[in-house]
């Protein structure tokens, strides 16, 4: 049971995820019909105000008149359809034929930071799409890292839709709320998935009293990867002191800052192009070693494993490495941020008490 909500709640997160991507059928404000109830409206009221200035009829003579609501069905293309169309209204209104002084900045510059947001929103969902097919790849092939994997995945999902929710789905409720109760019917099914996921994260985290204690597979893989690392240190400070050690890491980072940090500052600088798809293909080069080596150590241990595993087990890498280091830095920054509020409001309190000289102007 627990395995088939597993796959469905994938499966049905890769479809909504998959709709940013493609695009989907949504509501949409007709603005022409909305402009003729306005200009209608008004017009009756236009029409009515000498009788009510009169008093010459206790209200209204008509009611208002009823026309159909003013929105239809729409396609709205996803973040790469999005940013496609804002990239050729951008080459549109940089046309040289176009005088200088019919351009809009304020107009350019709204344009390219839309541009620019769709863009990175349509990568950054590529990319979790992917991690979402080899989340349900390792699922199905039950390696032993797929439940740490589906967490992440349910949980940086559960992320994604609730703000969705507070947004994008908010702003659809409050807009025709008057008018259809689809835009409701959304959040309702959004938020029933984000209650299933929930649950499944509740079940997964919660100890379970009947497993047994055994030592996990990810233990054996890593001892498996660092084999007698006791030995391997004694080796090696027996043959290097301390001292050794320092002067070998300062020959080293002086050889790396000289030998390939300043190239590839100058190379960034003078040949972007480059140096783009020069680290592009350092980073795929290093991803396909990662997935060879780790293919290497599972069939060294006598398991089946395909390349697809050693791409999934490097993602699962990848997404908790990030989830480490953006946990720290917003760690750091809280305790930082804290500590300047607490300095703060000390040294007014001081001040206050006139235990401290006041602060002189500058």
Not at 105 to 126: K, V, Y
Not at 133 to 142: A, D, E, I, N
Not at 168 to 175: G, P, V
Not at 351 to 361: D, T
Request: hydrophobic content about 50%.
């Amino acid at each position: 049971m627990t395995r088939a909500l597993n796959y469905l709640l994938l499966a049905v997160y890769l479809l909504y995820f998959g709709s940013f991507l493609t695009g989907s059928w949504q509501m949409e404000i007709d603005a022409d019909e909305a402009a003729r109830q306005d200009a209608a409206i008004e017009e009756y009221i236009q029409a009515e105000i000498p009788a009510l200035e009169e008093k010459s009829a206790p209200g209204l003579a008509e009611p208002v008149p009823q026309n159909p609501a003013p929105w239809h069905w729409a396609w709205q293309p996803g973040y790469p359809g999005m940013a496609l169309l804002l990239s050729r209204l951008a080459q549109d209104f940089h046309d040289p034929i176009l005088e200088s002084e019919s351009r809009p900045q304020l107009l350019f510059d709204e344009i390219d930071r839309s541009l620019a947001a769709n863009l990175t929103l349509a990568i950054l969902m590529t990319v979790w799409i992917v991690f979402l097919v080899l989340t349900l790849y390792s699922l199905l092939r039950r390696h032993w890292f797929y439940e740490r994997m589906s967490l992440f995945a349910f949980g940086i999902s559960m992320l994604i839709t609730i703000t969705n929710l507070l947004t994008t789905r908010k702003l659809q409720i409050h807009d025709f709320s008057a008018y259809s109760n689809l835009p409701l019917l959304g959040a309702l099914l959004e938020t029933g998935l984000l209650l299933l996921s929930a649950l499944v994260l509740l079940q997964r985290t919660l100890p379970q009293s009947s497993s047994k204690q055994t030592p996990s597979a990810e233990q054996g893989f890593m001892l498996h990867t660092s084999h007698k690392p006791a030995e391997n240190a004694g080796q090696s400070l027996g043959f290097l002191t301390s001292g050794g050690h320092v002067i070998i890491i300062l020959l080293t980072g002086l050889l790396i800052a000289n030998l390939l940090l300043l190239p590839l500052y100058q190379l960034q600088l003078n040949f972007p192009a480059v140096f783009i798809f020069s680290l592009v293909f350092l980073c795929a080069t290093l991803m396909l070693w990662y997935i060879q080596a780790y293919v290497r150590i599972m069939h060294a241990k006598h398991n089946s494993w395909h390349w697809l595993a050693g791409i999934s087990y490097l993602g699962f890498r990848i997404t908790r490495n990030t989830l480490f280091i953006s946990s720290v830095i917003v760690l750091i920054s809280l305790i930082l941020t804290v500590i300047l509020i607490m300095t703060f409001y000390n040294t007014a309190v001081l001040q206050w008490l006139q235990i401290l000289p006041p602060a002189s102007s500058l």
